[in-house]
C-alpha cells in the first residue's frame, strides 16, 4: 500500500495516472462484494459434518453477494435473477414439506423430551402482566408485607373497645350491623 509521501513523489514527478499494479481491486466501483459474515471460519466445533455444512453456507454467501455485485445496476438482470431465485426457493421448499411426515415428527418430538404420549388438552396461561410505569421501587412479597404490618402497634377501637389493626372509621363490627 502506498503512504503520502510516495503520492508526493507522483505529484512531483508530474505521473498522471497511478499505476495499476498499486491499485486494489477494492478501492473501485468494481470491486465484488463478500459476504459480511463468514460461517467457516469456527474451528472449534465438535463434528466434521456442521463444519461442512457452515462452510457450504459461507459459500452460498458468498457466491450470492458476489453474483448481487456483479448485476447490480442492471433492472433486467437483476429482474430474471429474482425470479429464478425464488423458483429454486420454491422448489426446495416443496420438496422439504413433501419429505417430512407429521407422525416422523411427532415421534422425534417424544424421543427427544422422554415421554410416552403428548397430553390431550394443553392448559397455558397468559403471565402476569408487567408493572412498566411509575417509580421503579422494589415489589415487596406477602410476607414482607405480613411482617411489617404486624410490627405496626395496634389501635383501639372505639366501636368495639379492641386493641386490633382497625379503627372506628373501619371496624368490620360496624359494617356488620350497619347491613
Known amino acids: 500500500m502506498l503512504c503520502s509521501h510516495i503520492f508526493m513523489l507522483f505529484k512531483d514527478l508530474n505521473v498522471d495516472s497511478i499505476p495499476d499494479k498499486y491499485i486494489h481491486n477494492r478501492w473501485t466501483r468494481l470491486a465484488t462484494l463478500r459476504a459480511s459474515v463468514d460461517f467457516g471460519m469456527d474451528r472449534n466445533m465438535a463434528t466434521v459434518a456442521r463444519d461442512d455444512c457452515k462452510l457450504a453456507m459461507s459459500r452460498i454467501y458468498s457466491v450470492f453477494y458476489s453474483s448481487v455485485g456483479l448485476i447490480d445496476g442492471n433492472a433486467e438482470k437483476m429482474n430474471s435473477y429474482l425470479e429464478s431465485i425464488t423458483e429454486l426457493r420454491d ?27 403428548l397430553p390431550e388438552d394443553a392448559t397455558i396461561r397468559n403471565p402476569a402482566p408487567a408493572k412498566n410505569k411509575g417509580s421503579g421501587r422494589r415489589i415487596k412479597s406477602n410476607k414482607e408485607i405480613a411482617i411489617e404490618s404486624s410490627k405496626k402497634p395496634l389501635r383501639l377501637c372505639r366501636k368495639c373497645n379492641q386493641k386490633t389493626n382497625h379503627d372506628s372509621r373501619n371496624c368490620p363490627n360496624v359494617a356488620d350491623e350497619s347491613e
Open 91 to 117: 422448489s426446495i421448499s416443496n420438496q422439504d414439506s413433501s419429505s417430512t411426515n407429521v407422525s416422523v415428527k411427532r415421534n422425534l418430538f417424544l424421543n427427544y423430551f422422554n415421554v410416552d404420549s
